[in-house]
């Protein structure tokens, strides 16, 4: 019943932007912490950023740090990525979820609880 749908994704040129978009339902989602991975062709899935469910802190992979920013608006269940100044190595699927805030914040998928189907993000050079 829980779901996360993410939006947003495209072609876009190095040094461009882009900005995605994950719709959550089925959960209380100002009680959730919400993150972005992404998973490149051939690679492990990886961290980018997450915002906490209390005080909307955030935290950045080094990779995106000062390149992408995550935001939340809780009247809408939505959770956002802000992609600025992309680079070609940014390209992947880019999936949203949602982990309990009864679990200390963590960069593994694992430890994370509900996942969206992912939006492709493709940054030629």
């Known amino acids: 019943q829980v779901q996360l749908v993410e939006s947003g994704g495209g072609l876009v040129e190095g040094g461009g932007s882009l900005r995605l978009s994950c719709a959550a339902s089925g959960l209380s989602f100002s009680n959730y912490r919400m993150g972005w991975f992404r998973q490149a062709p051939g690679k492990e899935r990886e961290f980018v950023a997450r915002?906490?469910?209390?005080?909307?802190?955030?935290y950045y992979a080094d990779s995106v740090k000062g390149r992408f920013t995550i935001s939340r608006d809780n009247a809408k269940n939505t959770v956002y990525l802000q992609m600025n100044d992309l680079k070609p190595e940014d390209t992947a699927v880019y999936s949203c979820a949602a982990g309990s805030n009864s679990r200390a914040p963590s960069t593994t998928p694992t430890a994370w609880t509900y996942w969206g189907q992912g939006t492709r993000v493709t940054v030629s050079s």
């Open positions: 915002i906490s469910a209390t005080t909307s802190l955030t």
